[in-house]
């Protein structure tokens, strides 16, 4: 019988995703094994394509153990909020080990939600036996037949038979959408230097500009509007982009607009640690936060800002002091995808600040990532999504020397450096 979709090996695969007509690599968000079970490696280890030949690193693959009945897994891709409708190309692409398709057929299927049905796109017939082999299966037919409302893809792994264990090293969904966002804005390159200082001495001074870095990560809501423009306009003269911080998930009632906050007391949480005067904010009401927000990009995009850097957009994994209901995982999805849509619709670049816990259903929405202390809490690991679609990490520590965490995060593709705590113009930078 003639096979329904095509088979493509490639020896790598394409990782970078953003303009018009250009194409983007998504990685799963979840996965769930419902017949069998599967390895706790994290699902970070599927974006990075590092294992050939006879391979054995344990710490880079996931592993899939079928029972008497076998094996199904599901996992779930998102595709980004600001992706146009039209989606025109869709190529699956997996590193695969496991038995011959003779000896076990290990099949990939999406769900058709046209007819509700999974369709087989793949399998492993094409597969060296033991070895690792990198397989590609371009999808084909209508396209969006494939994608939920809420932008979600399901891909199901599964073999009948329970003859032996399989493993992936790599598997993304290669998405070329022909429709994209009405409104373009800059995205700094995978090799983008950078400082970030939200603090001058003495205060209220204007931040040092003599730093060599391509992006300069400032808080100009510490200036007048006049000073704001014109510390903006210095950097754009010498040749930097400027990406403007400010807290989305906190009140600070230091800011010029925090009455705003203060007419809602219900928006207001708990106070945060170590950070008096600011609180955690019911990112649930956008409906109050909203326009707020908005008034502050609308500022930011005036001033000349290229891109934004919300922070605090964690609430839901931290002690926030909302409850009946607490704020969910869900919650905090919706919120910082609603941030990413109207920065974009502005015209300003965004990154994703921290929240690692949510990189892989957000990292196709965001533009690049800061991290503060990834090598202290041994999660550096789980930012390789955007390194994998050529988006960069700005990285800070705090407490370590550069030469303890720099081999480390260096070889991760991190752009790291050392800052004290309260990001004065102070850094140093790994070699």
């Known amino acids: 019988m003639r096979k329904i979709y095509f088979l493509l090996i490639a ?30 490696q994290g699902l970070t280890v599927l974006a990075v394509d590092d294992q050939s030949g006879t391979m054995d690193d344990w710490s880079a693959y996931r592993e899939f153990y079928p029972t008497r009945k076998g094996y199904r897994g599901i996992f779930t891709f998102y595709l980004p909020a600001d992706r146009g409708p039209d989606i025109s190309a869709m190529t699956l ?31 492993n017939g094409m597969a060296r036996s033991w070895e690792w082999s990198r397989l590609s299966f371009d999808v084909t037919g209508q396209l969006r037949r494939f994608v939920r ?9 599964i073999t009948t038979a329970n003859q032996g264990i399989s493993n992936l090293d790599y598997l993304s969904l290669e998405i070329r959408s022909e429709t994209e ?8 390159s995978l090799e983008s230097s950078w400082q970030i200082q939200l603090v001058s001495a003495p205060e ?60 809602h007391p219900r928006l207001l949480g708990k106070e945060l640690k170590e950070w008096p005067g600011e609180r955690w904010l019911d990112i649930r009401r956008i409906d109050i936060l909203g326009p707020i927000i908005s008034t502050r990009l609308d500022y930011l995009r ?56 949510q990189i892989p ?6 533009d690049w990532a800061i991290n503060e202390s990834c090598y202290k809490y041994s999660e550096c690991d789980r930012l390789i999504p955007f390194v994998s679609q050529g988006k960069p990490v700005l990285h800070i520590e705090y407490e370590y020397p550069t030469e303890i965490f720099c081999p480390y995060t260096r070889a991760l593709g991190l752009h790291s450096q050392r800052k004290e705590r309260l990001l004065t113009a102070w850094r140093e930078i790994c070699p």
């Open 11 to 40: 020896v790598a695969f394409p990782l970078i995703a953003t303009g018009n007509g250009e194409n983007l690599n998504i990685f799963p968000a979840q996965q769930k094994s419902v017949t069998g079970r599967h390895s706790d």
């Open 93 to 123: 692409h997996t590193n695969f080990r496991g038995e011959a398709a003779s000896s076990q057929l290990w099949r990939w299927q999406l769900w058709d939600f046209s007819i509700n049905r999974w369709v087989t796109v793949g399998d």
């Open 149 to 157: 409302r809420d932008g979600a893809i399901l891909l199901r792994y």
């Open 181 to 188: 966002a009405a409104s373009e804005w800059w995205r700094p």
């Open 204 to 263: 209220g001074g204007r931040p040092d500009v003599t730093r060599d870095a391509e992006i300069y990560v400032i808080d100009i809501f510490n200036y007048d509007r006049d000073t704001a423009q014109s510390i903006v306009r210095q950097l754009h003269r010498m040749g930097r982009k400027v990406v403007c911080y400010f807290s989305a998930g906190t009140y600070e009632d230091w800011r010029s607009d925090a009455s705003l906050y203060e007419s």
């Open 302 to 357: 005036d001033a000349g800002c290229d891109g934004v850097d919300p922070d605090n957009v964690d609430g839901y994994s931290n002690d926030h002091g909302f409850t009946n209901p607490p704020l969910r995982y869900e919650d905090q999805l919706r919120f910082n995808r609603w941030l990413a849509r109207e920065a974009h619709r502005r015209g300003l670049g965004i990154g994703l600040k921290n929240n690692v816990g």
């Open 361 to 366: 259903e957000l990292v196709s929405d965001f």
